[in-house]
C-alpha cells in the first residue's frame, strides 16, 4: 500500500476492529455498529476454546508455541511472549488497514501481553491505531491492576490514541445492583460510541468534514493519554443539554484525567438534526474550546443526520502531551506511509472539493473555515443556515463564558452566595453525584 | 486558697455554637461545670459570613453556659477551622554548642526558634506551631537533652491562618462582657485528635479525621507527634445539600432525612426499597428510593475521603497509619461511613469513642470531640504544659499584638 496514488474507487478505506483477549474478543462479538462503509472484525486469541466459540470469521490465534492453545492463565508475560511469537501472523491481519481499532480488557493475561505488540505491529505497517481499553475493577486486586498499569503505559507507547475505561465507573453508572449482563451492556456501549463516533466522523459526509488526514494529524503524538467523552441532548434548550451531559460524563472525571483543562489536539464530533443552527455549532465549540483549555488545535467534525430532530450529541476526544512526547511524533515510517495528504479519502465522489474540507486547525481561522469551503461548494447545502454565513459573524465575537454560566453557577444550593470550593478545577460545592455524572432515579 | 481557673472551650461550628465551662482544681483535674449549645448562624464551611449574627450567637451560648455553671469564664480556648487554615513543615537545626557535644536545653530552644521563625506571606499569622520528631546527629530521639551529638534537628509542624479570619474570632470574644480574652486558638483537628485517638494510638501512628457540618479536619500522628493537618471545606451540609438538590426536597428535609435514613454504603435491596421523606402520611409527602440516598451519600463520602488521600499521599497506608483512621465529628455518625473510608483509604477506619473520663452522656456525642479537645488543651496549659507552652510562646504575643 506504499503507491503514493492508490484508487480510492477501488481500494477505499479500511477499518478493522481487532478485539484482543477474552474481553477483548466478546467485545467485538458483541459490537454492533451500524455506520456506512465497509467494517471488518477480527479476533486476536491464545485460548484455542475461546476463539472457537467467537461467531466472527477472522481470528487469529497466536501463542501455539507459547500456551499451547490454552489460555496465559492471567500472565502478561505469557501474552506478551505469544504475541511476539506469531509477529507475522499478527502483521498479515493488519496489512493493508489504514484506521486500526483495539479492543482489549487490560490487567489479564491475553489483552495486557498482546494488544501492546499487536499496536505495534499495526503501527509499523502504517496504520492509525486507535485503542479502547478497559481496566480492571479495584477489586480484582493489586496485581491486576498493576498488569493493567503496566500495558497501559505500552499501549500509550504504541498508539496513537488510548481510551481507557475503568470498569469501575461502569457499575457506578448503572442503577442499583446492575446483573452481569446489563454491566457488560454499558462497557459495551460505551465502546461502541466511542468506536462510532471515530469512525462515523470520518467516513460519513460531515458538514464540516473530518477526513482521515486530519485524524491522523490531530493523533499524531503518541505517548500522551487520551481524554474521552461524549454528551448528548435533546428537547427543548438541547445544546445546553448536551453540553451539560457532557460536562458529568463520567469518563472526564477519571482521577487521573488532571489535565483535563489543557489538552494539546482536541477532536470535537457534532451531530445534529437537519434544524440545528450553525451558531449552535460554534456555541459548543466555544465553550469545548474554553472547558478543554484547547483553542490552537481544533479539529471540528459537525454531521447531520435526519434521525437527530431536535437533538445533539458531542463526542469529544482530547489528546494530552504528559511527557514531552511532542518531541517524538507519531509518524509512520515514511516507506509505509500511504499518501500524500491531498488526494480526497473518499471513494464516492467527494462532497466538498479537497481544498475546501473544512477542517479546522486553529480556531483563529474559525472564521474563515466554512466562509470559502461550504458556500463555494457544489454541494446542495445540507442546512439553511449554511447560506446565512455573514449573520454568523455578527455573534460570534461577542460570545464569551458568560453564555454557559449555568454551568458553573447552578446548583450549589444552601452555599450559593459562598465562595467556590475549589479543588482540581472542580467546585467541592456543587455536588458529587452531579460532577462525576451518577445517574440518580428518583 | 487560691480561687480554682475557670476555663471556656468555644467552638464556632458551622452548624452550631458549642461552649463548655470548665474548672481547673489546683492545675491538675478538670471539671466540666457547664455546657450550653445553640444553632450557628453566619458560619458557612468553618468560615465567619456574617460577623455580627455569629457575634450574638456567641454571647448568647456564652451566657447560657455561665449561668448553668454559676460563675465566670477566665479565659477563653477557641478552635479555628476552614479552608484558610495551611499549614508546612520545617526543620530547625543547630550545632551542638558544647563542647563535648552534650546537647542541652539551650540548644533545643534554639533549634525550635529557628524552625518556627519562617516569614509568612501578608496577611498570614501563625496559629500554632506544633513540635515534632526530633533528631540527634540524624537518628529520630524522644529527648535529645544529654545526649552526645554534633547536630540537633527539630521538626515542627507550623500552622498559619488568614489574619483577619482570626481577628474577627477574637473580635467576637472580645466583644462578650468585660473584654474576655482568648487565652489560645487551637485548630480544630488538632484538638479533636487529642479526645479521639488515645495515647497509644497516636504513638503508633493514626489519622483522626473530624467530619463536621461545614469542614472535614484531619490530623495525622506518627510516633506520637502530629505530622500534618489539614481542612476539607466540605462537610456535613454538603451532604445535605446534596440531598436536597439531587432528591428536589428542601435543605430542612434534606437534614431530617440524611439524620434519619441516610447511610453511606449501597446495599443490596436499596433498589427496592423506599422510605417516606416525612412519615406523616400528609400532602406532600413521598416516597424516597433508598438507592438514590445512599448513592448521593456515598458519592460525596467517598470523594472527602480520596480528597484526604491525594492530599496526604504516601502519608497514608497500612504501614504508616498502624493505629487506623478514627472518624470523628458529628457527621461520624453516618452509618457506613467507616465502611467507604476504609475503601477508599485502604487503611482499618472505625469511628472513634471519647476517653472513659467524659461521663455525661450528652457530651458522649462524636459532635463534642473539639471542644472537649479544647478543655483538654486548656488543662494541660495550666499543670504539664511546661514543654508544649515553650513552643506557643512566641504565639501569644503575636494574639496580643492583633488584639489591639
Known sequence: MAEATRDWQENPLRVKIIGVGGAGGNAVDRLRMSGPGPLELAVVNTDFKTLDASPLTEKVMIGKTVTGGLSTGGEAELGRQAAEADRTELARLVEGVDLVFILAGLGRGTGSGAAPVLAEVAAQAGALVVAFVNLPFSREGQRRMRQAEDALVAMREACACVVSLPNDLIVQQAEGDPTLLEALAIADDWIRRGVQAIHSMILENGLINVDFATLREALQYRGGKAVFGFGEGAGDGFVEAALRDLERCPLLHLPDNRFLRKTDGLILNIRGGPDMPLSDVYRIMDFIGDRFGCKENTVLGATVDGSFQGRVQITVIGTVDVSGARRHPYRVPAAARPRPVTPPLRPEPPPFAPAAVANKQTSAQTDSVEGPSLAQSPHPAPWDTVTATPARRETKPTRGQAEFEFLAGEERGYFEKTEENLYEGQDLDVPTFIRKGIRIAL | ?404
Open chain 2, 1 to 404: 486558697m487560691p480561687r480554682n481557673k475557670i476555663i471556656g472551650a468555644v467552638e464556632i461550628g458551622s452548624s452550631k455554637i458549642s461552649v463548655l465551662v470548665g474548672e481547673i482544681e489546683g492545675g491538675r483535674e478538670l471539671n466540666i461545670i457547664g455546657s450550653a449549645e445553640a444553632t450557628s448562624v453566619g458560619v458557612k464551611k468553618g468560615e465567619i459570613v456574617d460577623l455580627s449574627a455569629v457575634s450574638r450567637c456567641t454571647h448568647a451560648t456564652l451566657i447560657a453556659a455561665e449561668k448553668k455553671a454559676g460563675v465566670q469564664v477566665d479565659e477563653i480556648f477557641l478552635s479555628a477551622s476552614g479552608q484558610h487554615l495551611e499549614g508546612f513543615t520545617n526543620i530547625g537545626t543547630v550545632n551542638v554548642q558544647d563542647a563535648d557535644n552534650w546537647v542541652s536545653e539551650h540548644d533545643l530552644r534554639c533549634a525550635g526558634q529557628s524552625a518556627r521563625q519562617k516569614a509568612l506571606p501578608q496577611g498570614r499569622c501563625y496559629l500554632v506551631h506544633i513540635r515534632g520528631a526530633a533528631y540527634a546527629d540524624g537518628r529520630e530521639v524522644e529527648n535529645p537533652v544529654g545526649m552526645q551529638a554534633a547536630k540537633l534537628e527539630l521538626k515542627y509542624w507550623n500552622v498559619h491562618a488568614n489574619e483577619r479570619r482570626i481577628t474577627d474570632m477574637i473580635h467576637i470574644i472580645s466583644g462578650y462582657d468585660d473584654g474576655l480574652s482568648v487565652e489560645e486558638i487551637i485548630p480544630a483537628s488538632v484538638a479533636s485528635g487529642r479526645i479521639a485517638a488515645s495515647d497509644e494510638e497516636r504513638r503508633a501512628g493514626a489519622l483522626v479525621v473530624d467530619i463536621g457540618e461545614g469542614t472535614t479536619d484531619f490530623v495525622l500522628y506518627r510516633k506520637g507527634h502530629i505530622v500534618r493537618t489539614g481542612v476539607i471545606p466540605v462537610g456535613g451540609g454538603h451532604l445535605t445539600n446534596d440531598l436536597s438538590i439531587g432528591l428536589r426536597i428542601n435543605f430542612k428535609q434534606a437534614e431530617r432525612l440524611k439524620l434519619r435514613d441516610g447511610k453511606a454504603v449501597i446495599e443490596r435491596g436499596d433498589k427496592d426499597s423506599h422510605v417516606l421523606l416525612e412519615g406523616d402520611l400528609q400532602i406532600g409527602d413521598r416516597p424516597i428510593p433508598r438507592l438514590a440516598i445512599a448513592k448521593i451519600l456515598n458519592a460525596r463520602v467517598a470523594e472527602i475521603f480520596s480528597i484526604m488521600k491525594n492530599r496526604l499521599g504516601s502519608a497514608i497506608s497500612p504501614q504508616a497509619v498502624p493505629g487506623g483512621v478514627i472518624l470523628t465529628g458529628g457527621t461520624s455518625s453516618l452509618p457506613g461511613i467507616d465502611e467507604v473510608g476504609r475503601d477508599v483509604l485502604g487503611v482499618d477506619t472505625r469511628v472513634g469513642t471519647h476517653p472513659a473520663w467524659v461521663t455525661r452522656k450528652d457530651l458522649r456525642d462524636p459532635g463534642y470531640a473539639t471542644t472537649l479537645g479544647l478543655l483538654f488543651f486548656g488543662l494541660q496549659g495550666q499543670s504539664l504544659g511546661e514543654r508544649e507552652r515553650k513552643a506557643e510562646a512566641p504565639r501569644a504575643g503575636l494574639l496580643r499584638r492583633l488584639f489591639k
